[in-house]
């Protein structure tokens, strides 16, 4: 009985974690906003009621590792997140059907939010949270992605540094003990 109460414990601290994590406002994250013009374009639209895996034409074309690295998240972690967000949180379907076969890639086309006569509003907001969620953690991955990148140049720069500084040390000793670099020379008869 203990187990299974255990058990209970963990599934609800899942869940209640989960729906923090849809709890999507509005407001465009951190992430999103340092992202480039292809990630803010995708959060744009999933917070306007539409899922797109291609960015347009405009934003393509210049932002191709962008497009890259969208569809790879997509065909990577699509599947998995949104398969953990239907399973722990949201007990219907709500268009999970039509995410998969977009994470999936066996249909093409924005995934527009549109109510048809038997959806209610509560269907339509979580099809938007769960699109807002998906660009927000590919938009955290990219974030991520961009700081290791970052700190690599950072201590390559370092040891670029040090290398110069250690050349320097060199160079500096050859000059005082009036070796081939001295600029005083060797003045003895």
């Known amino acids: 009985m203990k187990c299974f ?22 407001e465009m994250p951190v992430a ?28 393509r074309i210049p932002l191709k590792r962008t497009q890259i690295a969208w569809t790879n998240f997509l065909g990577r972690s699509g599947k998995k997140l949104i398969e953990n967000i239907y399973t722990a949180v949201i007990d219907k379907d709500y268009g999970r059907k039509k995410y998969l076969q977009l994470v999936g890639f066996t249909q093409r ?40 990148i970052q700190a690599e140049q950072a201590r390559k720069a370092q040891e670029e540094i040090e290398k110069d500084r250690d050349n320097w040390g060199k160079w500096l000793t050859l000059g005082r003990d009036g070796g081939e670099g001295s600029s005083s020379g060797s003045r003895r008869k």
């Open 32 to 59: 999103v906003q340092e992202g480039d013009q292809g990630i803010q374009h995708l959060w744009e639209k999933a917070r306007d009621g539409a899922f797109v895996t291609t960015l347009p034409d405009r934003l």
């Open 5 to 26: 109460t255990l058990l209970l414990q963990v599934l609800a601290l899942t869940v209640a974690w989960l729906s923090s994590c849809l709890i999507v406002g509005s």
């Open 109 to 148: 086309g924005p995934y527009k939010f549109e109510r048809d006569k038997f959806e209610v509003e509560q269907q339509l907001e979580m099809k938007r949270r769960v699109a807002l969620l998906l660009v927000e953690q590919f938009a955290e991955r990219m974030h991520q992605q961009k700081l290791q």
